[in-house]
């Protein structure tokens, strides 16, 4: 399959909406990394999202919807839900809700729970494309699964060129790391997986606790031990770096390639995949990484960085 990367534009975007309701995954940017995206109703469409990336079929995959509206077709949204909804989307929170009793999502896509996983994007491309197409959009990250998650057009083709048939390229991510992932379980809220939305923020908005979770029950998307793995070993808070390492550093450690060099989260979490690709390629044989504090978004780097050790 040649895959082709098209600047976002009417034709490209006319192109890639004919492509989803052939059943065909399509890459496109969203505010968090590059996604993977295809019609959730078409269960072939969706078993082309994990033949491309090679993933597991016991991880579910996230449902994207371009409002509020359409999210509640497809899960039921309690009142803490429903608030969590109404401040943070569109943006990068995604909530696993229990599913409507007709959601049109193929099951396929819930890996066969009977819970779902929705995110309201807000990046421009994939809201232009979940409005051109229609469809609900199961997408995620647009790589190889275990892989580092592409936060650029080129790191898409580096990974899924001729498994795929086309990347709708508009730009760097801004966030740099995936979505939170979040449920609301008696009187709390499980942080599935830690993202932009931190658990403080999730706390003043909601009232309720911020909790993690345990045990080796797959309930989101992000959530085996060993993902985003570079594919060689990573050796993390690293003070200083020895020669068979790609340095990695931040703030006051350098590195070949600095997160931040004064010390901001948000700018390490946009360039962390950069990082990990950068590190992939290079000739050293290692990779270390400098101490990121785990406070805010640091938390969420962090846990990426293990499941790339791992």
Not at 140 to 156: D, E, F, I, L, Y
Request: glycine share 8%; proline share 7%.
């Amino acid at each position: 399959m040649e895959t082709i990367s098209r600047p976002l534009d009417a034709p490209s975007l006319s192109m890639a909406a004919a492509l989803i309701a052939a059943g065909q995954p399509v890459a496109v940017a969203t505010e968090t990394v590059y996604g993977l995206a295809a019609d959730a109703t078409n269960a072939e469409a969706v078993a082309r999202i994990y033949a491309a990336k090679g993933r597991p079929d016991f991880n579910p995959l996230i449902v994207h919807v371009p409002n509020i509206a359409v999210a509640e077709t497809l899960g039921m949204f309690g009142e803490a839900e429903q608030a969590l909804a109404e401040h943070f989307w569109p943006g990068p929170l995604t909530m696993v809700v229990a599913k409507t009793p007709d959601c049109p999502v193929a099951s396929i896509a819930t890996a066969g729970l009977d819970s779902i996983a929705i995110r309201v994007p807000q990046h421009r491309a994939m809201q232009a494309l979940l409005a051109a197409s229609g469809r609900p959009l199961a997408a995620p990250s647009a790589n190889a699964s275990g892989k580092v998650s592409p936060t650029r057009a080129s790191h898409v083709m580096a990974s899924l060129d001729g498994r795929i048939a086309m990347v709708l390229d508009d730009g760097p991510c801004s966030a740099g790391v995936e979505s939170t992932i979040i449920r609301v379980v008696d009187g709390a809220i499980e942080l599935l997986r830690p993202g932009p939305i931190t658990a403080e923020a999730l706390e003043q908005v909601s009232a309720l606790p911020v909790r993690g979770v345990s045990g080796a029950e797959i309930v989101a998307p992000g959530m085996l031990a060993s993902h985003y793995a570079p594919g060689k070993p990573v050796r993390l808070d690293a003070r200083d770096f020895a020669a068979e390492e790609f340095g990695i550093g931040f703030g006051d450690v350098q590195g070949e390639f600095s997160l931040s060099e004064r010390g901001d989260l948000t700018e390490a979490a946009a360039r962390l995949f950069d990082a990990l690709h950068a590190g992939a390629a290079s000739p050293k044989m290692r990779i270390a990484v400098a101490t990121i504090p785990e406070q805010g978004l640091g938390a969420a780097i962090m846990d990426r960085l293990r499941r790339a050790a791992v």
